[in-house]
């Protein structure tokens, strides 16, 4: 029997706390042979660069060959399975449902861009991809890390949930002996590889 293909997944960084659980997710969809599409908000590069030490400028290529050296462990394949799209590519293939099927996660999600996407704004490619997954009813998953919650923020959630988006928090389990940060963040990636599985 023929293997069916791994669907590919885009995946936005934003400018939440929690950049760490991006990067792994992003390396963890690469070891599955997953096409990665990558988005990147302004302030996800700032929080990548304070939390991981590691700056991304540029667009395409410059980024993709950055986080690949960041992470010297994942397959040579990857190079060609990550792919990085400017805020501004409207030519992307997830800025239209007629462009094939894919699944989306929004890792971390910051408030603001999870806002803009229960509102339905659309101003930039992820806003967009995250406005197409939910109509064509594709798996969308927001990784929001923000505390206390406001009601605005409890609303949005409780709006895109309502709309067929999960909203999975960063919050980390201690119940399996954790030792490790690296375990931590482990534990929150195997949830959303879990929904992935799951729905793609």
Same mark, same amino acid.
């Given at each position: 029997?023929? /293997? ?20 792994? *997710? ?8 997953? #096409?990665?599409?990558?988005?990147? !908000? ?36 990857? #190079?060609? /399975? *990550?792919?990085?799209?400017? #805020?501004?590519?409207?030519? /992307?293939?997830?800025?239209?449902? !007629? ?10 999600? !910051? ?51 309502? !709309?067929? /988006? ?35």
């Amino acid at each position: 029997m023929k /293997a069916i293909p791994l669907l590919p997944v885009t995946l936005a960084i934003t400018g939440a706390s929690g950049a760490r659980y991006g990067l792994r *997710l992003l390396e963890r969809l690469l070891e599955q042979g997953r #096409q990665v599409d990558l988005l990147l !908000s302004d302030a996800g590069r700032i929080v990548i660069a304070r939390e991981c030490g590691l700056t991304l400028t540029g667009d395409g290529p410059d980024v993709a060959r950055a986080i690949l050296a960041h992470s010297p462990a994942l397959p040579k394949a990857a #190079q060609d /399975a *990550l792919i990085h799209h400017a #805020q501004r590519d409207w030519d /992307a293939p997830m800025a239209s449902g !007629s462009r094939g099927a894919r699944a989306m996660v929004i890792c971390p999600c !910051s408030m603001g861009t999870l806002a803009a996407v229960a509102g339905g704004l659309s101003d930039n490619l992820i806003e967009r991809a995250a406005d197409v997954a939910l109509k064509e009813r594709w798996p969308l998953i927001l990784v929001p890390r923000e505390t206390p919650l406001s009601i605005i923020h409890l609303e949005n959630m409780l709006r895109l949930a309502r !709309s067929g /988006a999960v909203i999975l928090p960063a919050a980390p389990g201690f119940y399996q002996g954790a030792s490790t940060m690296e375990h931590l963040i482990d534990f929150l990636v195997d949830r959303i590889l879990d929904r992935l599985a799951g729905g793609f």
